[in-house]
């Protein structure tokens, strides 16, 4: 079966029952029909769960597996009575109907109801765009009116929850402007890393919509709407339960992009989950340099948090993929390929070490996989020294990730520390990031660059986290240079001041903040038939 139709043919209990499960009550519940629910209240329990983290190796354009591991693991637990909760993001509807397809696993290891989430869920991706799209809104209104707060230069874009390369650059009639899509906005980032509906007015009053003739920054405090923002966010600011096939509870709340913005679900979601259960086990985007590096030194950082354990995610095909062999090859058998990609394995484990994070080592296993291949690396993780398992969670469930489960639970306290401190120079923490992290060589800064991190630190905002925007795809800034490029340079192209999110982007190479369709995307294959949507996956 697909995985729309394994979805479809679960067992799902009522939505009720899966609350009643980890102490919540129906009036605990804003219930969205029989299996979706938003939570009213987050837990008050002193005793905190064990924070799991899974990540991964760069990823491959065929995808890894993460979310599909991070429900087995789940699963697992669950299966071995302990007390568990999922906590994962939304998917945005922009991959969904481009090239990666859902974010809600696959196979038997899924969360549902899969078509639900895929497509418009609750509406808290609609009101993230509402809200971006109202402080724009009220940017051209307030200049079409007089503009006494004198904005000159608006920094402020727009967005859309779709794919759409026409967007980059728009004629607005005054002036050019670009939109971003909305799992990279601001607005969602600081969504994600709010912890209550106060903090949240408060970020939004905080970002910064463009400056003024003398170079000062002007702030949506000063359009006076955060009310109006806070009314548009105020449902969707409630995180949303679901279940996975094995009817384990799962929270998933935001959305925003690894490769552009945080790639963590939000502080809120966490929290509720790991004040209702014993054990949390939660995902950041892409590979360990991006969704891994910003879920430890920036979620972490500002919502208090200390990982338990790091699940890093591998595949046969990416490892081949990473030691040379062409997408279209990575199922044939190629053993030195395969080994030669293991460096790309060692680099990520050797990074997340750096924090002082327990780390299992997790193959993905799929079914073209080999038990020649399977073998080679379980003896390099031996020679390594890692924690090593096998997961079977696609094809059998919660049962396929038992050991990786118990691996978890015989994992001693973790020692957390964040990369950098704060208060170094923004300069200072980049090269921190991409010399640790990646392994560059060099940092080229360009004269854009260098101007709006001398602007920043003129209106004293320097000591926030880094968020780095690069490709997904290669430890690099540079997509083609696989498994583990040395003496590269990289290049700050751009900085952003995500001042309501608290952090500072900064955009490495040809990164683009609304990508584009592919020339077969999946928008082209999904439909509905028969009342039923197909070719969702």
Known sequence: MTDIEISRNSNKKSIIDIGKKIGLKKNDLELYGNYKAKIKHIGTRKKQAKLILVTAISPTPMGEGKTTVSIGLGDALNALGKKIIIALREPSMGPVFGMKGGATGGGYSQVVPMEDINLHFTGDFHAITSANNLISAAIDNHIYFGNSLDIQHVLFKRCLDVNDRALRDVDLGTRHDSFTITSACEVMALFCLATSLDDLREKLGNIIVGTNSKGEYVYVRDLHIEGSLV??????????????????????????????????????????????????VTEAGFGADLGAEKFLDIKCRLGGLKPHAVVLVATIKAMKYHGGVPKDQVFEKNNEALEKGFANLDKHYENLK??????????????????????????????MGYTFTVSSAYADGGKGAIDLANKILEAPKSKFKVLYKLDSPIESKVRKICKTIYGAKTIHFSKLAKEKIEDIKKNGLADLPICIAKTQYSLSDD???????????????????????GIITVLLGDIMTMPGLSRKPNAELIDVIDGNIVNLS
Do not use: W
């Open 479 to 501: 997509p083609k240079k696989l498994g583990v490029p040395k003496d590269f340079e990289v290049t700050v192209r751009d900085v952003q001041l995500y001042n309501g999110a």
């Open 231 to 280: 009314a548009l966010l105020k449902d969707a600011m409630m995180p949303n339960l679901v279940q996975t096939l094995e009817n384990t509870p799962t929270l998933i709340h935001g959305g925003p992009f690894a490769n552009i913005a945080h790639g963590c679900n939000s502080i809120i979601a966490t929290k509720t989950a790991m004040s209702y259960a014993d054990y949390v």
């Open 354 to 383: 750096r924090y002082g994070v327990n780390v299992v080592v997790c193959l993905n296993k799929f079914n073209t996989d080999t038990d020649e291949e399977i073998e080679l690396v379980r003896k390099h993780a031996e020679k």
